[in-house]
């Protein structure tokens, strides 16, 4: 980890690498900077997991799920929202990134300035992950439940290969949407709407 770059063009992503001694959030932002275009994650041990750049078709979905959680924010005024480049420091030890996430305002502003503008040290309210080609369904899985036992109170996994959308909620059993027109936030997001036909024209 404090080489920096490595090579990772003849490895098959995602990869899990075990540092010998802890990385501090400097040491990660700078591995995830000099390491651009993978996506850099640190587990609750400490373990980084390295993975594959989003291709084309992810990038689209990607891209119209922030927009239309970013449309939705600005007119609510009630939240913060957050690019997929954001890392989020949880209660676990673990640094996560969401592809699209929104804070309460009232929990972004306890915040200090140094700690807005490193790994905002909480947990998003509200989240999306959006499945991609390259993306192993029950690791996403995983980081979902990861994000509830770390506290979001709402997270909503868009899989447009299996043509779905599973609503997570702490303490309840998920909920599978297939192929759904519009899913409605609940909760710290009531009023959100997304419209998912775009994420389905792909597929």
Not at 3 to 15: E, M, R, W
Not at 60 to 66: G, I, P, Q
Not at 123 to 148: G, H, N, Y
Request: glycine share 8%.
């Amino acid at each position: 980890m404090r080489a920096g770059q490595i090579d990772l063009l003849d490895l098959t992503l995602p990869i899990t690498l075990r540092p010998s001694a802890p990385v501090s959030d400097e040491e990660l932002m700078r591995f995830s900077e000099q390491n651009k275009p993978y996506k850099i994650e640190r587990n609750k041990e400490g373990e980084i997991t390295v993975m594959t750049p989003v291709g084309g078709i992810g990038s689209t979905h990607e891209r119209y799920v922030n927009g239309e959680l970013y449309i939705w924010t600005r007119k609510a005024g009630t939240g913060i929202d957050f690019s997929p480049s954001v890392g989020f420091n949880l209660p676990d030890g673990s640094c996560l990134s969401p592809d699209a996430s929104w804070v309460a305002l009232d929990r972004w502003n306890a915040l200090t300035p140094s700690q807005q503008s490193g790994f905002p040290p909480l947990c998003p309210d509200f989240l999306i992950e959006v499945r991609s080609q390259s993306d192993p369904r029950r690791m996403v899985e995983a980081k979902m439940q990861t994000w509830l036992d770390n506290g979001a109170k709402l997270a909503w996994l868009v899989d447009p290969i299996a043509g779905s959308v599973t609503i997570h909620r702490p303490g309840r059993p998920a909920e599978i949407l297939d192929r759904p027109d519009i899913v409605r936030g609940e909760g710290p997001v009531d009023g959100f709407e997304l419209p998912c036909g775009p994420l389905w024209l792909s597929r």
